[in-house]
């Protein structure tokens, strides 16, 4: 099984700023997915990258993938209580359908 | 429209009770996944399902069975339930695409408590 770092594992910020999130591994993934999840739900899809080096925006959200497909990050720029909740990283394994999860990133913004 | 459905949302039981947690899901995806997730929200796939054949099949306790009476359902029976069973359990669902892109739906989860 391929394994995902993330982290930081807790982020407390304030209203406006800027923070980014890792996502590393040793392993090469076919495709990367970030996920948020609030409290009592499931977690729910923000995007899929693909492809080596791809940066997809998602309004202040900037999700990038490594040139390897190795790793990923996640930059929120002027965050808002809004933005509030687990990140969660997900690579697609090579050989089939396996999502491996990293260990999610608890995010508050404080207003 | 509900995507993906659990039941029950909460269950509370004794140890050394069977249960079964029921997923549901109207998307028309041909594969659906069970997950576990701990106190500390580590996220781990526990079994998945493609038209209806088991493809996965982690390291769990055998206690643990699924079963897939049809592509839109898979349902999750525990026997003999133990206190570390205690966690959130997700069922999701995704469907196979040709670039082999496997984007996951998640339910609302179901919160077991064993005591």
């Known amino acids: 099984t391929q394994l995902l770092e993330q982290s930081p594992q807790f982020l407390s910020i304030q209203e406006g700023e800027n923070l980014t999130v890792y996502c590393n591994s040793s392993s090469v993934f076919s495709s990367l997915q970030w996920y948020r999840q609030e409290p009592g739900e499931g977690p729910v899809l923000l995007v899929t990258v693909v492809t080596g080096g791809e940066v997809k925006k998602l309004k202040r959200l900037t999700f990038q993938f490594g040139d390897a497909r190795k790793d990923s990050s996640l930059h929120i720029t002027a965050a808002q209580p809004g933005d509030t909740g687990l990140y969660l990283c997900a690579g697609q394994e090579t050989s089939g359908s396996r999502l491996t999860f990293g260990e999610g990133t608890q995010l508050t913004v404080n207003p | 429209d509900t995507a993906v459905s659990q039941t029950p949302k909460y269950l509370v039981t004794q140890m050394g009770n069977d249960k079964s947690i029921k997923c549901e899901q109207n998307l028309g995806h041909d594969t659906m996944y069970w997950y576990k997730q701990d106190s500390k929200k580590f996220l781990k796939i526990m079994f998945s399902?493609?038209?209806?054949?088991?493809?996965i099949n982690e390291t769990v306790p055998n206690r643990f069975s699924p079963k897939s009476p049809d592509k839109a359902h898979l349902n999750l029976h525990i026997n003999s339930l133990e206190l570390g069973d205690s966690a959130v359990y997700f069922c999701?669902?995704?469907?196979?695409?040709?670039?082999?892109?496997?984007?996951?739906?998640f339910g609302p989860g179901t919160r077991l408590t064993v005591t």
């Open positions: 399902y493609n038209n209806k054949e088991l493809i």
């Open positions: 999701a669902s995704s469907q196979t695409w040709t670039s082999g892109g496997y984007e996951q739906y």
